[in-house]
């Protein structure tokens, strides 16, 4: 097993749809959890740290789950400028145990 | 203005030869990164520094190296070892752990340059 999974997509959905992605890991000591956006041919941007009980950023909420090792994105009235690479990353507590997942692209169509 | 700065943003190197990527940032982070990213993949870290003069291997250390004299910069050195070497590499800087020892230490976030795109002659 991969040490942090996502669907890969493409995940194609229409301006205003609401859109929820997921991300597993498996290393279960891991402490911290972020969310990147990446732009084609650019670099990772941070998007939102996860934190334990839950976060919203406007249209985003972060959700963690230790139980099950996953967290989520849910992205509410998508917007074009949010077609992007959603990165999940999981940290623990060296510096070389932060985990970039592979990704998920969204599109959002007009 | 803080940040992160890489170049060249695009490098071409011939068969032998060594490249040198810069990373510079001015945030005055005492922790830096490089990473290699391959299509499809996610990022793969290949060397990291907690602090200045002092740096470790990541998962793909091999063909690369990298040196940290001064706590702005974090040069990659790309070798003629490296085989593969085609790949988008990213810096990034952070403030580091933070917390206590053990289980309550965390990473703190990374902020990551413009990234440099080696193609190979």
């Known amino acids: 097993r991969k040490e942090v999974e996502q669907d890969p997509g493409p995940f194609n959905v229409p301006e205003g749809a609401t859109v929820a992605f997921n991300c597993t890991y498996s290393?279960?000591?891991?402490?911290?959890f972020f969310w990147y956006r990446q732009d084609c041919r650019k670099e990772p941007k941070l998007l939102m740290s996860v934190y334990s009980s839950g976060n919203e950023d406007g249209r985003f909420t972060a959700q963690l789950n230790r139980a099950s090792q996953y967290i989520s994105l849910l992205i509410r009235d998508s917007k074009l400028s949010d077609s992007a690479t959603y990165l999940c990353?999981?940290?623990?507590?060296?510096?070389?145990?932060?985990?970039f997942g592979p990704g998920t692209s969204l599109s959002v169509i007009p | 203005d803080g940040g992160i700065t890489q170049s060249p943003k695009y490098l071409f190197r011939k068969e032998g030869q060594n490249v040198t990527l810069s990373c510079e940032q001015n945030?005055?982070?005492?922790?830096m990164y490089w990473y290699r990213q391959d299509p499809g993949q996610g990022l793969r870290l290949i060397y990291y520094s907690q602090i200045v003069n002092d740096f470790q291997k990541g998962d793909i250390a091999e063909g690369y190296s990298v040196s940290r004299e001064k706590k702005e910069s974090f040069p990659l050195t790309v070798t003629s070892a490296q085989k593969n070497p085609t790949a988008f590499y990213l810096c990034?800087?952070?403030?580091?752990?933070?917390?206590?020892?053990?289980?309550?230490?965390?990473?703190?976030?990374?902020?990551f340059g413009p990234g440099t795109r080696l193609l190979v002659l």
């Open positions: 990034a800087s952070s403030t580091g752990l933070a917390g206590d020892l053990g289980p309550g230490r965390y990473q703190e976030t990374q902020y």
């Open positions: 990353v999981v940290a623990g507590t060296s510096y070389d145990k932060v985990i």
């Open positions: 945030l005055n982070h005492d922790a």
């Open positions: 290393n279960s000591a891991s402490q911290s």
